[in-house]
């Protein structure tokens, strides 16, 4: 009930020809772009107390509301913004647990992630990151590189409550993804440098740009990878 009402402020909030607020404002409306499987959907993305609604102006049957209880991750690269959710979202092209949102010219994705709070990373196209966050409640996101013996591939580790994954954004062919219990040993050689070696397949040795991983979120990743198992 609660999140309709969000929705139907949402509506009014865009009938009334909201434009783009400022980040710590109290309802936020940004231009965007939502990507789906054939293509982009135009609408705005609302910012309205602990809801995350996306209009869809084409098709307002196809809007959707995220609780940001909801939100696993939220990460923001440029004009690029990805939400990783805990449950599926359904928007045109079904039951989805990944939303994607391109924020429209003038617009500074700054408003999103500080809507989010301490759960975001945030890094601009010129590589530069602030710090990834990681509480014992949430994941975490890392701006890293991996070596190749010619050359490197930069991407994000991405750690979740039931894998970890490094997404490679410029050799797709290098990503991986390791649930816990399929992760034989985890190393940390310093802040910037982590080790993962799975039961099956090469060990895959990442570097960190911008922030490291404390050992606070290591521990925790590693109570993770002992905990996966015993089960």
Same mark, same amino acid.
């Given at each position: 009930?609660?999140?309709?009402?969000?929705?139907?402020?949402?509506?009014?909030? $865009?009938?009334?020809?909201? #434009?783009? *607020?400022? @980040?710590? =404002? !109290?309802? +936020? /409306?940004?231009?965007?772009?939502?990507s789906?499987?054939?293509?982009?959907?135009?609408?705005?993305?609302?910012?309205?107390?602990?809801?995350l609604?996306?209009?869809?102006?084409?098709?307002?049957?196809?809007?959707?509301v995220?609780?940001?209880?909801?939100?696993?991750?939220?990460?923001?690269?440029?004009?690029e913004?990805?939400?990783?959710?805990?449950?599926?979202?359904?928007?045109?092209?079904?039951?989805?647990?990944?939303?994607?949102?391109?924020?429209?010219?003038?617009?500074?994705?700054?408003?999103?992630?500080?809507?989010?709070?301490?759960g975001?990373a $945030?890094?601009?196209?010129? #590589?530069? *990151?602030? @710090?990834? =966050? !990681?509480? +014992? /409640?949430?994941?975490?996101?890392?701006?890293?590189?991996?070596?190749?013996?010619i050359?490197?591939?930069?991407?994000?580790?991405?750690?979740?409550?039931?894998?970890?994954?490094?997404?490679?954004?410029?050799?797709?062919?290098?990503?991986?993804r390791?649930?816990?219990?399929?992760?034989?040993?985890?190393?940390?050689?310093?802040?910037?440098?982590?080790?993962?070696?799975?039961?099956?397949?090469d060990?895959?040795?990442?570097?960190?740009?911008?922030?490291?991983?404390?050992?606070?979120?290591?521990?925790?990743?590693?109570?993770?990878?002992?905990?996966?198992?015993?089960?």
């Open positions: 009930m609660q999140s309709k009402l969000y929705f139907l402020v949402g509506l009014l909030l $865009v009938s009334a020809g909201a #434009g783009i *607020a400022q @980040p710590g =404002a !109290t309802g +936020s /409306a940004l231009a965007v772009e939502h789906v499987p054939f293509g982009t959907v135009p609408g705005k993305l609302l910012l309205l107390g602990d809801y609604v996306f209009v869809d102006e084409q098709q307002l049957s196809a809007s959707f995220v609780p940001k209880s909801a939100v696993e991750t939220l990460n923001a690269e440029g004009s913004v990805t939400v990783q959710t805990r449950e599926p979202v359904r928007n045109r092209s079904g039951q989805v647990n990944r939303l994607s949102f391109r924020v429209g010219s003038g617009a500074d994705p700054a408003v999103v992630t500080g809507w989010y709070g301490s975001s $945030v890094t601009t196209r010129g #590589g530069s *990151a602030s @710090p990834s =966050a !990681t509480s +014992s /409640a949430g994941p975490g996101i890392y701006q890293a590189h991996h070596d190749h013996r050359g490197e591939c930069r991407g994000r580790l991405i750690v979740t409550s039931e894998q970890v994954s490094y997404e490679s954004v410029s050799s797709i062919s290098h990503s991986r390791w649930e816990y219990r399929a992760i034989k040993e985890i190393k940390l050689s310093n802040p910037y440098e982590i080790e993962i070696e799975p039961f099956t397949g060990t895959y040795k990442l570097r960190f740009d911008g922030a490291g991983m404390d050992p606070a979120a290591f521990k925790e990743l590693v109570d993770r990878v002992t905990s996966a198992r015993g089960k």
